[in-house]
Structures are given as structure tokens and as C-alpha cells.
T-cell receptor, first 114, second 120 residues
Framework: GENVEQHPSTLSVQEGDSAVIKCTYS??????FPWYKQELGKRPQLIID?????GEKKDQRIAVTLNKTAKHFSLHITETQPEDSAVYFC?????????????FGAGTRLAVHP | GAVVSQHPSWVICKSGTSVKIECRSL??????MFWYRQFPKQSLMLMAT?????????EQGVEKDKFLINHASLTLSTLTVTSAHPEDSSFYIC????????????????FGPGTRLTVL
């Protein structure tokens, strides 16, 4: 089955710096790669996503890149702010057993220090 | 946008009792819903796929007799944790894929707010 690995598990940056989180996936049939931000005790919030037919997508300070050949995708946050502090999860969607499934990475705890 | 609700938001129960959690799609229909479990400081683990009009599909290692899923209508799925024990204490989150191309082909999902279960 699909396996998604995420690195690093924790990331500490100064306000204004950039943060990069990387994920790899195992199944080349995966076609959708969302990134979620989760604050303590709350639901995951979709912050950006990318489909397999696109190599890069940007939304203000957030960007995602996808390398299908290498089977990895990355989240880039520029000009980080303290409110960016949260746990970030990558995921990969795979059609398996008759259903689409989202498989999540282990998560990255991002701390942005003022 | 698509909204998914869950009820209750938190529940505390005694060991051995059963707990039912509801997941509703408020402004769209969902023939499929997903149930996840999240332990503290861990990721979301898919437990099962709930299907309207048919049996749920459980992930490997998830006991179907312990975690009963019923997809009663196009807007409601329920998860019942039977004979709950302290090790079942966790954050349970449901989700539903949106409609159209985004939901069907690319599996864009909308998450409920989660239910925190504590078993004493």
C-alpha cells in the first residue's frame, strides 16, 4: 500500500525566515497531494494542494512543488509568522480497493519564534 | 464551502460502555465518508471508509466488530465504539469528499471538527 514519509518531525525558525517540509510517497499512481495545518485539538485545515498534472503551485506565502519522477513533494512557507506555528501534515491520495484514500505523513511540528 | 459536522465534540465514558459518534455533511451529499483516529502527537490514521447503502471497508488491523460503522443516509455516518477501553481514548475525525471532479477523482476531503473520546 501507499506509504508517506515526512521530514523533519520538528522545525524551529525565526520569524521572517522560510520553512520547508518534505514528503515522499511510494505509489506512483497517487494523483493528489494536499497539505494540512492542524492546531491543537482542532480539525486539519487544508492550506494548499497539488494535483499530479502540475509541478508547482503557489498561494501568497505558501507554495508546493511536486516531483513525480522522484515521488516527492515539498511545502514552502516564506516570511514565516508566529501564527504559522502548528503541526503540518502532508498526504497522498490513492485509489485502492475501489475507493480513494488519503494517506498522511507523520507530521511536522513547526515553531516560529518572534 | 462544504461543511462537515461531528457530534459530540467530546465524550467521557466508563470502560465497557459503547459510544456513538455522528458525522454529518451539512450542505452536500456524501456517499462515502472516512473515519480517522489520531492519538496525541501522532498523525491521522485511516480506520475505515463508510459507504452509503453498503458495508464499511476497514483498514488492516482495525476491528470491525469493535468499531461499528453505519452510513444511514447520504448525509450521515455513525461510528460506534463498542465496549470502550482506556486504550480507545483518542481524537476521532471524520471527513467527506466534495463533489465534482475535485472530490471524485482527486479526493479533496472536508474534515469534521473531531470528537475527543476519553475512556475512564
Amino acid at each position: 500500500g501507499e506509504n508517506v514519509e515526512q521530514h523533519p518531525s520538528t522545525l524551529s525558525v525565526q520569524e521572517g525566515d522560510s520553512a520547508v517540509i518534505k514528503c515522499t510517497y511510494s505509489d506512483s499512481a497517487s494523483n493528489y497531494f494536499p497539505w494540512y495545518k492542524q492546531e491543537l485539538g482542532k480539525r486539519p485545515q487544508l492550506i494548499i494542494d497539488i494535483r499530479s498534472n502540475v509541478g508547482e503551485k503557489k498561494d501568497q506565502r505558501i507554495a508546493v512543488t511536486l516531483n513525480k519522477t522522484a515521488k516527492h513533494f515539498s511545502l514552502h512557507i516564506t516570511e514565516t509568522q508566529p501564527e504559522d506555528s502548528a503541526v503540518y501534515f502532508c498526504a497522498a491520495s490513492l485509489f485502492s480497493g475501489g475507493y480513494n484514500k488519503l494517506i498522511f505523513g507523520a507530521g511536522t511540528r513547526l515553531a516560529v519564534h518572534p | 464551502g462544504a461543511v462537515v459536522s461531528q457530534h459530540p465534540s467530546w465524550v467521557i465514558c466508563k470502560s465497557g460502555t459503547s459510544v456513538k459518534i455522528e458525522c454529518r455533511s451539512l450542505d452536500f451529499q456524501a456517499t462515502t465518508m472516512f473515519w480517522y483516529r489520531q492519538f496525541p502527537k501522532q498523525s491521522l490514521m485511516l480506520m475505515a471508509t463508510s459507504n452509503e447503502g453498503s458495508k464499511a471497508t476497514y483498514e488492516q488491523g482495525v476491528e470491525k466488530d469493535k468499531f461499528l460503522i453505519n452510513h444511514a443516509s447520504l448525509t450521515l455516518s455513525t461510528l460506534t465504539v463498542t465496549s470502550a477501553h482506556p486504550e480507545d481514548s483518542s481524537f476521532y475525525i471524520c471527513s467527506a469528499p466534495g463533489g465534482g471532479l475535485a472530490g471524485i477523482i482527486y479526493n479533496e476531503q472536508f474534515f469534521g471538527p473531531g470528537t475527543r473520546l476519553t475512556v475512564l
